[in-house]
């Protein structure tokens, strides 16, 4: 038995939010434990995948403090790291506690 596409974007393929909204769901869409698709591509590093969201009615703010410039430099995605910056996001604000 396949896995449905959320689960297979939870785990890693983020390149399937394409087809995931093809088939007409939405951008803002979150898995069971209410992590957002942006945030799951945020977390595995995807900017193509982020820019799709956005441009289909999510927001960069759905991000929140756990998924923001801080996790992508820790996790060492460069071009979300870029992307981020490129967006406004304030590289002085302070780590959340």
């Avoid at 396949?2 to 297979?8: C, G, M, P």
């Avoid at 945020?42 to 923001?68: M, N, P, W």
Wanted: with cysteine; hydrophobic share 35%; aromatic share 12%.
């Amino acid at each position: 038995m396949s896995k449905n596409l959320l689960d297979q974007i939870t785990d890693g393929r983020t390149d399937l939010v394409f087809d995931y909204g093809a088939e007409g769901y939405a951008a803002t869409s979150a898995d069971k434990g209410c992590v957002s698709l942006l945030q799951w591509c945020s977390y595995y590093g995807d900017v193509s995948a982020i820019k799709f969201l956005l441009a289909h009615g999510e927001s960069l703010q759905s991000l929140g403090e756990y998924y923001d410039l801080h996790v992508a430099a820790f996790h060492g995605h460069s071009r979300l790291c870029q992307y981020l910056i490129e967006q406004g996001t304030d590289v002085n604000k302070p780590r959340p506690g």
